[in-house]
């Protein structure tokens, strides 16, 4: 009987994990970031300033962000977050014989997505094939400024074999964002989590009952 009344009491007091949800926008999308943690504990603020720090690094919209100074030529000392998009793009790029190419940028404007899409009307935009000549001559201009093997990073500067090239890693940071607030999750000791940023998703674990993830 003791026995029985000890254990019920030790039960009672166990910590359940809680479920955390933190949602909002950010990058141009959305995230939502879901983890369980024994106190509960709310990790807005560390998330924020992860989204904060790779925005003021790799984000086309703002405009005092580190690849907006590379692409501009002005001079700029490299942070970590920089080499870190550069070296996942540029690994990408040599995986793909290019296919995949962080030096699109010039290309992605004259089509009309991404920052400063108004500089071109990209209705009509098409390859010499189509007949179009002007625009034809405009792509292909445009092209001898694509090529990842033309930019490189030496003593903490990008370095350009054309001053015209841009950079855009778009395609790569709300991944790298992702793995990010991942390793900041685990290193306040969370170990079950599932992290959204604009569909790319880094998830570990799984749920208190033993079921999975759900994405």
Same mark, same amino acid.
């Given at each position: 009987?003791? /026995?029985?009344?000890? %254990? ?5 007091? =166990?910590? &359940? ?21 024994? =106190?509960?504990? !709310? ?6 300033? @992860? ?15 580190? @690849? ?24 990408? #790029? ?24 108004? =500089?071109?009307? $990209? ?15 405009? @792509?292909?201009?445009?092209?001898? /400024? ?8 030496? *003593?903490?500067?990008? @370095?350009?074999?054309? $001053?015209?090239? &841009?950079?855009?890693? !778009? %395609?790569?940071? &709300? ?6 607030? #991942?390793?900041?999750?685990?290193? &306040? ?6 992290? *959204?940023?604009?569909? =790319?998703?880094? #998830? ?12």
């Amino acid at each position: 009987m003791c /026995l029985a009344l000890t %254990a019920s009491v030790l039960f009672s007091c =166990e910590r &359940q994990p809680q479920k955390i949800v933190i949602e909002g926008l950010a990058q141009g999308s959305y995230y939502a970031v879901s983890y369980f943690d024994d =106190e509960g504990r !709310n990790f807005q603020e560390g998330i924020d300033s @992860i989204f904060h720090a790779v925005d003021l690094s790799v984000n086309l919209w703002v405009d005092s962000s580190i @690849i907006c100074k590379v692409n501009r030529n002005e001079e700029v000392v490299l942070d970590q977050i920089f080499i870190d998009n550069f070296n996942i793009a540029q690994e990408a #790029a040599a995986l793909s014989g290019g296919y995949f190419d962080p030096t699109i940028s010039p290309l992605v404007k004259a089509w009309g997505f991404g920052a400063g899409n108004g =500089e071109r009307n $990209p209705k009509g935009l098409t390859d010499r094939t189509g007949g179009k000549t002007e625009n034809g001559e405009l @792509i292909d201009s445009l092209l001898q /400024l694509v090529d990842y093997r033309k930019v490189r990073i030496e *003593d903490g500067k990008l @370095i350009k074999d054309n $001053p015209a090239m &841009q950079l855009d890693f !778009n %395609a790569v940071a &709300q991944g790298y964002t992702s793995d990010r607030i #991942a390793t900041y999750l685990e290193s &306040q000791g969370v170990k079950n989590y599932l992290v *959204d940023t604009g569909g =790319e998703i880094m #998830a570990k674990g799984g749920k208190p009952d033993g079921k999975p993830w759900v994405v």
